[in-house]
C-alpha cells in the first residue's frame, strides 16, 4: 500500500526535473514504508533507506543548483529547509545502523507530512522562476 501518492494537482510544481525527482522520492519513500511496515529483513529496510537518503540528498541540491542560476530569492530558506530535513534523516540513518533505531510508521508518517507542507509551500514558490 502506497503511504503517499504523486498527482499533479497536490505535487506538481510544473517544473520538469523537479516533479520527476519528486516522483523518485515518493517511490523510494513507499517501498521503505512498505518494507519497515511489512517485516522486511533489517538489511533490506537499511539499503532502502540509504536509498531514499541519497535520491533526497541529489534533489535537494539539484533543486539549490538551479534555484541559484536564477536568482531565486527564496532560496536561503528553501536550503535551511532542506538541511533539516537532512540532519534529521542522517541522524535517524546512524541510528538505525548503530541498532538503536528502527524505521517504523512514524517514521514514515514524518517524512510524509513534511512533504505535503514543503512541496506546496516552498517548492510551488520557485515555479515561475525556473521556468523563467
Given at each position: 500500500m502506497s503511504l503517499i501518492t504523486w498527482t499533479q494537482e497536490q505535487f506538481g510544481t510544473n517544473v520538469g526535473f523537479a516533479d520527476n525527482e519528486h516522483k523518485d522520492i515518493f517511490a523510494s519513500l513507499n517501498k521503505l514504508y512498505d518494507l519497515?511496515?511489512?517485516g522486511a529483513d533489517r538489511s533490506?529496510?537499511?539499503?532502502?533507506?540509504?536509498?531514499l537518503i541519497?535520491?533526497?540528498?541529489?534533489?535537494?541540491?539539484?533543486?539549490?543548483?538551479?534555484?541559484e542560476a536564477k536568482g531565486f530569492g527564496g532560496l536561503?530558506?528553501?536550503?535551511?529547509?532542506?538541511?533539516?530535513?537532512?540532519?534529521?534523516?542522517?541522524?535517524?540513518?546512524?541510528?538505525?545502523?548503530?541498532?538503536?533505531?528502527?524505521?517504523?510508521?512514524e517514521t514514515?508518517?514524518?517524512?510524509?507530512?513534511w512533504l505535503e507542507n514543503h512541496i506546496p509551500t516552498f517548492d510551488f514558490a520557485y515555479s515561475d522562476a525556473l521556468n523563467s
Open positions: 519497515a511496515t511489512g533490506e529496510i537499511g539499503a532502502e533507506l540509504d536509498n541519497n535520491i533526497v540528498v541529489e534533489h535537494f541540491a539539484h533543486e539549490e543548483r538551479e534555484m536561503a530558506a528553501h536550503k535551511a529547509e532542506h538541511d533539516a530535513l537532512v540532519s534529521t534523516c542522517a541522524d535517524l540513518q546512524a541510528k538505525f545502523k548503530a541498532g538503536q533505531a528502527d524505521v517504523t510508521e514514515g508518517a514524518m517524512v510524509k507530512s
